[in-house]
């Protein structure tokens, strides 16, 4: 009895306090071709029906927000297996006219390429360029811009590309990775100083005759180069 009357005393209290929506949104940007690209589909339902958004969703009961992350992402797009990082909230009480919407937003940065396209089209989903973005419904440019500040961020002190790169790559090709995630231009002779000096990249005695008359040396990443990004981090401005 004390336990059942501890429960009915709980269940009053939480009455006074307002309920909120949970949803997540998905800022799944994709590398193509020297382009950083963003995914978007049009809303589903009103308000904003037929708008370009995120992939987003609620959190249903059952679920973590996680779960509903990789849910959302396989209903919307059928992209699967794919790696999200939890980035921040967002809860400004208006930032959704039907309700109040607490949103958790997540990121990935993926290869365009090795993804299914046709079962993205197929959901009515879009990959684009992220310098001509289309108007986005609510907050999601911001949930963009916060988005791509992670992952410059990431890119910042630890050296990416093992995922978006061929196997074999120029120190252009990598260069061009790092342009298109910063929307800058880099130094080519500053930029090969930088990325050789953390010492997670292995030259091969394969050239790439297609970039230059004397042709470009591939590179990989080395297969073992644990503890080095922490030794020698990268700082790019």
Same mark, same amino acid.
């Given at each position: 009895?004390?336990?059942?009357?501890?429960?009915?005393?709980?269940?009053?209290?939480?009455k006074q306090y307002p309920k909120h929506y949970v949803a997540v949104d998905c800022s799944i940007f994709g590398y193509e071709d020297g382009e950083l690209?963003?995914?978007?589909?049009?809303?589903?339902?009103?308000?904003?029906?037929?708008?370009?958004?995120?992939?987003?969703?609620?959190?249903?009961?059952?679920?973590?927000?996680?779960?509903?992350?990789?849910?959302?992402?396989?209903?919307?797009?059928?992209?699967?297996?794919?790696?999200?990082?939890?980035?921040?909230?967002?809860?400004?009480?208006? /930032?959704?006219?039907?309700?109040?919407?607490?949103?958790?937003?997540?990121?990935?940065?993926? #290869?365009?390429?090795?993804?299914?396209?046709?079962?993205?089209?197929?959901?009515?989903?879009?990959?684009?360029?992220?310098?001509?973005?289309?108007?986005?419904?609510?907050?999601?440019?911001?949930?963009?811009?916060?988005?791509?500040?992670?992952?410059?961020?990431?890119?910042?002190?630890?050296?990416?590309?093992?995922?978006?790169?061929?196997?074999?790559?120029?120190?252009?090709?990598? #260069?061009?990775?790092?342009?298109?995630?910063?929307?800058?231009?880099?130094?080519?002779?500053?930029? /090969?100083?930088?990325?050789?000096?953390?010492?997670?990249?292995? /030259?091969?005695?394969?050239?790439?005759?297609?970039?230059?008359?004397?042709?470009?040396?591939?590179?990989?990443?080395?297969?073992?180069?644990?503890?080095?990004?922490?030794?020698?981090?990268?700082?790019?401005?």
């Amino acid at each position: 009895m004390e336990g059942e009357s501890a429960i009915l005393m709980l269940t009053e209290l939480y009455k006074q306090y307002p309920k909120h929506y949970v949803a997540v949104d998905c800022s799944i940007f994709g590398y193509e071709d020297g382009e950083l690209k963003l995914l978007l589909y049009p809303r589903g339902f009103e308000p904003a029906q037929g708008k370009w958004s995120l992939m987003g969703g609620f959190v249903q009961e059952s679920e973590s927000m996680e779960e509903a992350a990789r849910r959302v992402l396989l209903q919307t797009t059928g992209l699967k297996d794919i790696f999200l990082e939890q980035a921040t909230a967002f809860s400004k009480p208006t /930032r959704d006219p039907g309700a109040r919407v607490i949103s958790m937003t997540f990121v990935a940065l993926i #290869r365009i390429d090795i993804h299914d396209k046709d079962l993205v089209r197929e959901s009515g989903a879009h990959w684009w360029p992220v310098t001509k973005l289309p108007a986005l419904i609510f907050d999601h440019q911001e949930i963009v811009a916060n988005g791509l500040g992670l992952l410059q961020q990431k890119a910042s002190i630890d050296l990416i590309g093992k995922e978006l790169l061929p196997d074999m790559f120029t120190l252009m090709q990598l #260069r061009n990775l790092y342009e298109a995630i910063f929307q800058k231009s880099f130094d080519p002779g500053n930029f /090969r100083k930088k990325v050789l000096s953390i010492g997670i990249l292995e /030259r091969l005695n394969l050239k790439n005759t297609k970039e230059s008359k004397k042709g470009a040396f591939y590179y990989q990443f080395k297969s073992d180069n644990t503890g080095l990004r922490s030794e020698r981090i990268v700082k790019f401005p």
